[in-house]
């Protein structure tokens, strides 16, 4: 496929527990953004990548949420020490430039318990 | 600072009828502004985007939004609404000061309406 794949698509997760989320962005690719959308609500920035530099962590809610795009391409989210506050579904988006539209992936949907 | 509002988190029209989801918005400095579409467990998709010229936007599936500064307003409309059409719809608007942003940066979205079209 050629779109943005996200896994994984559901985790469950202990409270306490560590997670990685996954994001693999169209191929070639340079910005990339994660998003947090709680239920019932729209989509909040988190952090944004253009190749491997982290450009922007100012919405990662605390220092628990950490973000990695080592060589430019696939890009990690981690959350350590997991919350209930943390579920939601995350969203991970590329674009080809700076000034292009963004290709969302499906989101994967973190459940915490 | 920015902020998106929609109003109407439910929104619900006949097969055939208009479709007028609205989005009202507070920038200090003209924005980029978008409309989005989500279908269940899908990802988001881009209907139009307005960044500047022309101040109606036309989109995909048949989708246009005025954009209005006098009223800060980024209403969403279609004509005639299709059974296809059900999905929820997110607002968002983007800072063009934003050194990466350009069209597409940080977006800040609104809380989104959920469309329901009747047979």
């Known amino acids: 496929g050629a779109g943005v794949s996200q896994s994984p698509r559901y985790k469950v997760a202990k409270r306490g527990q560590d997670v990685a989320l996954r994001c693999d962005p169209i191929?070639?690719?340079?910005?990339l953004f994660w998003y947090q959308q709680a239920l019932g609500q729209g989509p909040e920035f988190l952090t944004y990548?253009?190749?491997?530099?982290?450009?922007?962590k100012s919405g990662l809610p605390s220092d628990r949420f950490f973000a990695e795009r080592p060589e430019g391409s696939v890009s990690t989210l981690k959350i350590q020490r997991t919350q209930q506050e943390d579920s939601a579904v995350y969203l991970c988006?590329?674009?080809?430039?700076?000034?292009?539209?963004?290709?969302f992936g499906q989101g994967t949907r973190l459940t915490v318990v | 600072a920015q902020s998106v509002t929609q109003l109407g988190s439910h929104v619900s029209v006949s097969e055939g009828a208009l479709v007028l989801l609205r989005c009202n918005y507070s920038?200090?400095?003209?924005?980029?502004l978008f409309w989005y579409v989500q279908y269940p467990n899908q990802g988001l998709q881009l209907l139009l985007k307005?960044?500047?010229?022309?101040?109606l936007v036309k989109g995909i599936n048949g989708f246009e939004a005025e954009f209005k500064k006098s009223e800060t307003s980024f209403h969403l409309t279609k004509p005639s609404a299709h059974m296809s059409d059900a999905a929820e719809y997110f607002c968002?608007?983007?800072?063009?000061?934003?050194?990466?942003?350009?069209?597409?940066?940080?977006?800040?979205f609104g809380k989104g309406t959920k469309l329901s079209v009747k047979p």
């Open positions: 988006a590329s674009s080809p430039s700076v000034n292009t539209e963004a290709f």
């Open positions: 191929s070639g690719h340079v910005s």
């Open positions: 990548f253009q190749n491997e530099a982290q450009l922007d």
């Open positions: 920038s200090s400095v003209p924005p980029y």
């Open positions: 307005y960044t500047t010229g022309a101040t």
């Open positions: 968002a608007v983007s800072d063009r000061r934003s050194p990466y942003g350009g069209s597409q940066g940080n977006l800040i």
